[in-house]
């Protein structure tokens, strides 16, 4: 359905474009290009400008739509610091509606180049207008939650086709069995006999197994086995949420930033190579890029409101700001120390060691057991990556003296101490 | 080498009463009562089967009800913007000032959490006092003022500003006066502020009012010299220092100041260099922490302190002897007043200083010949570059509080002040504010004074201001604020501009202004740039003006006469007559920080009382009215002022005399500070118009015993051999002179050969100089500071638990004259008689010796550790895993050293305990790369771990080697003598490594092999030799 959607999204889109440009071709300039300019637009303008919204410039389309005197506009376009210094009432009340910040001046734009950046604005701002005009495709909406039903009761029905298909072969096997020994001829009697005395007592044939011993000690050493495999392997796992995804406040998405978009770690998490704290990004990070990017995401949106922001004036009310409270995933416990740039830095340790493949999740969870074991096992099995530091040279070279050629793990250079995490 | 030196802690060890001997049989003052149970219906009551049943069923449903609880889920909030400068996790540092000294204050996430000296500082070099150390737990002092106050009951500013102006505007209409009350300020910028309200308000004056009054010493440099100021005194530049009870390691004007320049003549350094240190004779009445330090120290009655100085005077100038020299009771002294003068003059001129720490016009007249006649001015006495520290004048004070009286005051500020209870005539001042129209306070908090002001206008606390100060002359320092104000206070100076509507409003824009025009220029800066430069840097010291040398003319004839009149009307008579005398102690001072926890639980360094102030007697005294330790005294002063406070025997106290500390006592300071302790200040005593700490009381025995939490001997050495001292002549002869070196320990066995612990890279060592060391305690509350240690309370402390880590033993000794009969090892006094030798105590000598965990590398307590808790690091140092520990306590019992302290309880989750640890808002204070430790567990000094890891660390991002000194511990850090140096023992070029090597260095209970990583250095004393022959 999704798909389907989407194909008559695209499909619309496609067609729309056709007629906004055909349109366009009839009313706009005959020299101009709108196809030239929509690749000027998006080199120099989209910074600050979009067609349809205000961002640090006016929302050109309706701009444009207003402003129709295009050798006032190319003017401005090419240099409207000089027509602010010449008092254009114009240009003066733009400016200064727009907090005095002055427009970038393009100088090197010719008058064919600015034409064809306002005819590719208006024509996709009323092609954008007649889009928000016709109705938005229906059933999209609905789709959404179709998948995820289907999936479950596919799970299910597979898991009862499978129980069905478990007991059919067995009821096969039985029959099967019991031709056989038909056909050897061996114990139909006791066979029926045995069936009736079932019917007569339910639970002759466990009182027949009990008296089994070694069945019964086998069955009494399983179960204890599994017991106590069950118990010490839950015990082991006490406090450890190896796999805690909690639900966080903002849907965001590790595999889009990370992954798709390759946006480096340590863009977001400032302290993961100088802090002990790798450090949740607080909100002015995320506004570098959405400030302009995905505007119109509901998920977005929360950080406009967490920030007090309004996209419209794009002004911030820190009276209406509120923190947005994340769940912590690693909870390391207060009593061990752990220092990100340490590992990071000094270390050189990938992220992935111990967060997984954080570029692959789309929601992120615990991915190690963050268990001292854990921690112990990794000091004991890396190799210290101390060539070209400084501090390394004096302490490897105390250190070849004792332990001639082995390879140097943190544990040896007193890395398993107690005090080396708690104090 | 054992010498015949006895040290003992308290008396009651020298004595070895029978509680005390009871009570160090067992390693906790409280045991278990595990005999009880033992030997009880404990193990042979029967359990009932279904009792059993009971319990057992009980159990298992706890564990599994508790087992089902959900795993709290933990909220992470970032910031919402976060501040350019802040990276969670890293602290950052800003330059500040504490009382005139150039700070670093360390913040973690935007709250500051540690105050630290700054190393470019003039007046410690980087040291702090135990005070300015705590300062920063007084940020978030729940007793605070949370906003202010008109007729005591909350309201805004606008609306205390619109009736402070309206009020301001009727009074300046009506031509009365109006008296701004400050203690003194040095602040440049707050006095330009004052100054600017007194243009806007011509009938309004400044009153400089000091609870702790110089105003002798001004005045008396004023007549003398023309020079109404207190002089900038260079202890490093005197060979010889002889004071009458100035005790100017601890309280006297700038006490890190003065240490840093004492020891300068007297550590490892000089020593070894110049063979040579200073001579320090001390002639006082109570044992105060520079008594404690000094070479010769002589007991003398409060009333013959004046005497003493004539005395001396004449010694040095026969010539011009002044009328009236008596001799002094205590004939040793009149001795050593004899032999000072000799030491004096052999030092040479300008190498000599003299002071006192009276406050008498007259006798400051005299100290200020005798420095002439030595030719001190211009050398140890700087009157051109005077101190701005303390400019109280007791005449302006009384003057105002005579017109209040009268009713010619219309309003009255007070900044810093708080006469209610300092004041000794505490009617006086309650009728004088009475008839005020306007009484204004700028306290942080609801005190004493504030109860009777009808507006409280709170100021800021000093790390959420802006300003500046002006410790001494040319030294220009800034205050910065670290953390936007907690409360909704504002800063005194701007409340000052905005009710006399001066042009700037705000005091950073003003600040700016006055450093614009007048101060950046002094030290070579100017504009935007000098500023920011001046904010990094912290200070700006102008060149200084070469010392002028002074010469003392005027006619002393009359001055003596005043002194001897004002000697008699102190002097004590008849029966039960005592002469007292109120003196500061380092932690408390003036009592203005007295809700601080951790001041309060520093043992005060001399007594080792914690929690209270007392009636210190000498032993003789004591004795002589049968009186018990911690028996009740009360004592009537002659303004029939009386108090009752617990008596505590103090060697070294002149017979006939009383100290008793100011600062306690007060009523109104907030949770931790109500009374506790009694009120000294109503002891005063106005003679020649200036305040006097000594006057004559009357004493009557009361039947109640009061005990005091006096940490002196917990943790006993049980007379083991512990101090090391030698006098100089001796060192000069041996340098190793009384370090033990003389071959004694031979043989060494080493249980752990096959196993050693290899230290390749860092074997962290300390080296302690007991002759740096003062003992004044500072390092005792950075420790606290930096290691969340939990403050326990009076009660607690009683009971031997005090958490520190680091504590200062302070030794009592004598010298047994040759008697080697006594049983040197154990150091008990085997003979009554000795004893009894022992009438006044009068020449006990103290050793300060800090002790802390001394990182053995056979260490005693890790051996018996069932669970291996506390195990021994490659870098030499003794670690302890709290959440290993289970709490046998077995290592604090093996501990030779009794350095161990044990969580009796969950001190940050305890409602019986109203601890900052447990409070969640003075919580903000705790070092977040420190734990918090729970019950049951056993804790000891880390040797600052965490400080050790992060300088490593910042290394290997830096990649480069660590640098010797990068490191800093503490209690290091915080010292203004330099007494404790840690570092790399690895490391042959290391400071520390230099330090061990002296021969001087001992290691304490060496015998032991338990090869201690502290080094201690042989306390060497410039003793007079003619004196004790």
């Known amino acids: 359905m999704r798909n389907i959607s989407f194909i008559f999204k695209q499909f619309s889109k496609s067609v729309l474009l056709v007629a906004g440009l055909a349109l366009c071709g009839l009313t706009a300039n005959a020299q101009a290009d709108p196809a030239k300019g929509e690749a000027i637009f998006k080199a120099k303008c989209t910074a600050c400008h979009k067609i349809d919204v205000r961002m640090t410039g006016p929302a050109l389309g309706p701009q444009l739509e207003a402003e129709t005197d295009d050798a006032y506009l190319t003017k401005w376009i090419q240099n409207n610091q000089a027509l602010i210094a010449a008092k254009n009432p114009k240009a003066l009340k733009i400016y200064n509606e727009y907090n005095q910040a002055g427009m970038t001046v393009f100088a090197e734009l010719t008058d064919a180049d600015v034409a064809n950046v306002i005819a590719y604005v208006r024509a996709d701002w009323k092609k954008l207008k007649e889009d928000k005009a016709k109705p938005a495709a229906g059933g999209a909406v609905a789709a959404e939650q179709g998948p995820s039903d289907l999936v479950i009761f596919g799970l299910l029905g597979v898991i009862v086709i499978a129980f069905i298909v478990i007991l059919v072969l067995n009821k096969v096997i039985a029959t099967l069995e019991r031709l056989l020994l038909n056909k050897s001829g061996l114990l139909v009697d006791e066979e029926e006999e045995a069936e009736e005395k079932v019917k007569g007592d339910k639970l002759a044939l466990v009182k027949k197994a009990l008296k089994n011993k070694k069945l019964v000690f086998f069955i009494v050493l399983c179960g204890t086995i599994a017991m106590g495999s069950w118990s010490w392997v839950t015990m082991w796992n006490t406090n450890v949420h190896q796999g805690y ?58 950080i406009y409101d967490a920030l007090g922001y309004d996209p419209q004036t794009q002004k911030y009310d820190s009276t209406k700001a509120q923190p947005i409270q994340w769940v912590r995933i690693h909870n390391l416990p207060d009593l061990a120390y752990f220092n990100h740039s340490q590992h990071t830095v000094v270390g050189k340790i990938e992220c992935q060691k111990c967060h997984g493949q954080i570029q692959e999740m789309q929601e992120v969870y615990q991915y190690s057991p963050l268990t001292m074991k854990w921690c112990i096992q990794c000091h004991k099995r890396t190799e210290i990556s101390g060539k070209g530091n400084g501090y390394y040279d004096k302490i490897l070279a105390a250190h070849d003296k004792i332990k001639k050629g082995e390879k140097v793990t943190p544990a040896m250079l007193g890395g398993l101490e107690c005090a080396k995490c708690h104090y | ?63 599994t009800l508790a087992a089902c609880q959900k795993v709290p889920v933990h ?16 602290a950052n540092y800003y330059s500040s000032t504490y009382e005139g000294s150039a700070i670093l204050v360390k913040t973690r996430e935007g709250r500051p959490i540690k105050v630290e000296g700054n190393p470019g500082d003039l007046l410690s070099k980087g040291g702090l006092s135990a005070q300015a150390q705590a300062s920063v737990l007084e940020l978030y002092d729940n007793s605070r003022a949370q906003g202010p106050l008109l007729n005591g009951t909350a309201t805004g500013w606008p609306q205390l500003d619109k009736f402070v102006k309206d009020e301001l505007a009727a009074i300046k209409a009506g031509g009365k006066k109006i ?82 320049q004492y020891v300068q003549n007297r550590n490892s350094k000089a020593l070894e260099e110049k063979k040579d240190m200073s001579r320090h004779i001390q002639f006082e009445s109570g044992m105060s922490l520079t008594g404690t330090n000094a070479d010769v120290r002589l007991p003398i009655k409060p009333s013959e302190d004046g005497l003493a100085i004539i005395n001396l005077y004449n010694a040095l100038n026969p010539a011009g002897a002044l009328p009236g020299a008596k001799k002094l009771t205590n004939a040793n002294a009149d001795k050593a007043i004899i032999l000072a003068a000799k030491e004096l003059q052999k030092a040479g001129a300008g190498k000599a200083l003299v002071v006192s720490g009276s406050n008498d016009v007259s006798v400051q007249t005299v100290v200020n010949a005798i420095n002439s006649l030595l030719g001190s001015y211009g050398s140890t006495i700087d009157l051109d570059n005077p101190s701005r520290q303390y400019a109280g004048n007791d005449t302006d004070w009384l003057q105002f509080v005579a017109d209040a009286k009268s009713g010619a005051v219309d309003a009255v500020f007070f900044l810093d002040a708080n006469p209610v209870y300092d004041f000794y005539i505490a009617k006086d001042i309650e009728a004088a504010l009475s008839k005020v129209r306007l009484k204004v306070t700028f306290s942080d908090r609801a005190d004493e004074t504030a109860a009777l002001c009808n507006v409280v206008a709170p100021n800021h606390h000093y790390l959420e201001s802006w300003g500046d100060d002006s410790a001494v002359e040319g030294y220009y320092t800034i205050v910065q604020p670290t953390i936007n104000p907690v409360n909704n206070t504002r800063q005194a100076e701007e409340s000052l501009l905005v009710w006399s ?46 010392p002028g040398t002074y010469n003392f003319t005027l006619s002393l004839g009359g001055v003596a006469q005043t002194i001897l009149n004002n000697s008699s009307k102190v002097t004590a008579s008849g029966d039960g007559g005592f002469e007292l005398q109120v003196y500061q102690t380092p932690a408390m001072r003036d009592g203005k920080k007295a809700n601080n926890p951790w001041l309060q639980e520093l043992p005060d360094p001399v007594s080792k009382v914690t929690w209270d102030n007392f ?38 106290q002149a017979v006939g005399s009383i100290s008793v500390a100011v600062g306690y006592g007060r009523t109104a300071a907030g949770l931790v500070g109500n009374n506790v302790g009694k009120n000294a200040y109503p002891f005063y005593n106005l003679l020649s118009g200036t305040f006097q700490t000594v006057s004559a009381v009357t004493v009557a025995k009361t039947s109640t015993i009061f005990p005091l ?17 030698a006098t100089l002549v001796e060192y000069q002869k041996d340098p190793a002179a009384g370090s033990g070196k003389e071959g004694e320990h031979e043989g060494f066995y080493d249980l752990w050969e096959n196993s050693p612990h290899d230290k390749p890279v860092y074997d962290w060592v300390m080296a302690i100089d007991l002759n740096a060391c003062t003992g004044c305690g500072a390092c005792v509350v950075a420790c606290s500071a930096e290691n969340n240690i939990p403050v326990v309370g009076k009660d607690e402390v009683g009971r031997r638990r005090e958490m520190h880590w680091i504590r200062i033993d302070r030794y009592y000794s004598y010298e047994q004259n040759g008697d080697a009969k006594t049983d040197g090892r154990t150091g008990m006094v085997t003979k009554e008689k000795d004893i009894d030798k022992l009438v006044n105590f009068d020449n006990v000598t103290v050793v ?133 140096v840690f570092g790399n023992r690895n490391d042959p070029n290391s400071e520390v490594s230099k330090a061990l090597k002296s021969e001087r260095t001992y290691y304490v209970l060496e015998e032991l092999n338990v090869k201690p990583g502290i080094g201690y250095q042989v306390k060497v004393r410039n003793t007079l030799s003619e004196l004790q022959a």
């Not at chain 2, 909220?75 to 890293?90: A, R």
């Open chain 1, 245 to 302: 995804q909690p639900v966080q406040p903002i849907k965001y998405s590790h595999k889009l930033h990370a992954g798709a978009m390759k946006i480096e770690c340590q863009y977001c998490h400032t302290g993961a190579f100088k802090s002990k704290n790798a450090s949740i990004p607080s909100l002015n990070v995320c506004m570098n890029c959405h400030k302009a990017v995905k505007t119109e995401s509901p998920e977005i949106h929360k």
């Open chain 2, 1 to 63: 080498m054992d010498s015949n030196k006895k040290y003992w802690k308290g008396l009651e060890e020298l004595n070895r009463t029978p509680e005390f001997v009871e009570k160090n049989r067992h390693e906790f003052a409280e045991p278990i009562p595990i005999e009880e149970v033992l030997s009880g219906g404990g193990l042979s009551a029967k359990t009932p089967r279904r009792d059993f049943l009971k319990a057992l069923g009980f159990g298992v449903g706890a564990v």
């Open chain 2, 75 to 90: 909220k992470s909030i970032p910031y919402l913007v976060k501040p350019e400068e802040i990276t969670p996790g890293i």
């Open chain 2, 179 to 260: 008296s701004l009350v400050t203690s003194t300020v040095h602040s440049p910028s707050t006095l330009a502020v004052i100054a600017d309200f007194i243009t806007a308000f011509p009938t309004a004056s400044h009153v400089t009012y000091d609870a702790v009054s110089y105003t002798g010493i001004i005045q008396a440099n004023k007549n003398s010299f023309g020079k109404a100021v207190v002089p900038h005194y260079n202890f490093d530049k005197a060979k010889v220092i002889v004071s009458f009870g100035a005790d100017f390691l601890g309280t006297w004007i700038s006490g890190e100041e003065f240490t840093t």
């Open chain 2, 501 to 546: 509507d001066n042009a700037v409003k705000s005091y950073y824009t003003y600040l700016r202004n006055n450093w614009d025009k007048n101060l950046l220029a002094k030290g070579g800066l100017s504009g935007q740039k000098g500023w920011e430069a001046l904010l990094q840097k912290g200070f700006i010291n102008a060149t200084a003006v070469t």
């Open chain 2, 615 to 652: 009636a210190a007697m000498s032993p003789a005294d004591v004795k002589k009215m049968g009186l018990d330790e911690f028996q009740v005294i009360s004592i009537k002063g002659a303004n029939g002022y009386s108090v009752d406070l617990p008596v505590l025997s103090q060697p070294g």
């Open chain 2, 709 to 725: 939490s006096q940490t002196q001997t917990h943790h006993s050495f049980e007379g083991r051999n512990v101090i090391r001292e």
């Open chain 2, 848 to 980: 300060h010796q800090p002790m802390l965990c001394q990182h053995c590398d056979h260490a005693p307590c890790e051996t018996v550790c069932p669970v291996l808790a506390t195990t021994h690091s490659s870098e030499g140092l003794n670690m302890m895993a709290y959440n290993r520990c289970v709490g046998t306590r077995y290592c604090a019992n093996n501990c030779p050293y009794k350095v161990r302290r044990f969580n009796w309880f969950n001190y940050w989750n305890d409602s019986r305990f109203d601890n900052y640890l447990s409070n969640e808002h003075t919580q903000l204070v705790l070092n977040p790369d420190v734990t918090t430790r729970f019950r049951g567990v056993m804790e000891k000094c880390s040797m600052c771990v965490q400080r050790i890891q992060a300088g490593k660390l910042k290394a290997k991002i830096e990649k480069r080697p660590l640098a010797d000194g990068e490191v800093k511990v503490a209690c290091q850090q915080t010292c203004s003598a330099n007494a404790i």
